[in-house]
């Protein structure tokens, strides 16, 4: 019995481990503006599944050609089209731009402020994909119970098997496969 648990107990200890969180400083109108365009962007389907077709523009910020990753090049679209819009300037877009989960995250991170691991609209989840620098990224749109979120989703598989961005229910306190959770970007609002 006691054998059984240790992996149990091992695999708890982990995820407590990665209840970290910190709060990045955002304008306010951007942060509703972005997840506006967000909304408006699901249901946008890849061609072939393979990272092609119309989900092709969220990686052209970059300069990336179709069929590499856009979970994280997608939050940075809705965040650049979203100052676009308010006609604001680029330095009002609250995540560095690149197409790197785990990047945003370092950035977080760096010299910003951390908190209590809660979820909360507009907050980003971030996944690692063990010893590396890739995982995935998705924003919180909705904050159910018990963990659970309804999140903003890009580069993902939708519920008819097709690739591109949906809505989707996760978990802040369960890895997603294979990748294990990193923590969560928080945004501290201002006017």
Partial sequence: MLIKLIPIVLLLRMN????VKYEIPAKK???EKSLEIGLEEIGTIEKSNRNNGEVVKYLA??????????????QYYIFLKAIESLHLEKKYIPIPKTALANEIFNYAKKGNKKVRYFPAKHNLLVWR???TKFGHIER???????????TLAFNV???DGKEGVCRKRRNVLHPLGRLAIRGLIGFAEYE
């Fill in 157 to 159: 598989t939708c519920g």
């Fill in 140 to 150: 919180i749109i909705e904050v159910e119970g018990k963990g659970w979120v309804k």
């Fill in 29 to 31: 109108s951007v942060l």
């Fill in 61 to 74: 910020p970059f300069s990336l050609k179709e069929g590499n990753p856009y979970c994280a090049a997608g």
């Fill in 129 to 131: 994909k063990a010893k």
């Fill in 16 to 19: 407590v481990l990665a209840q």
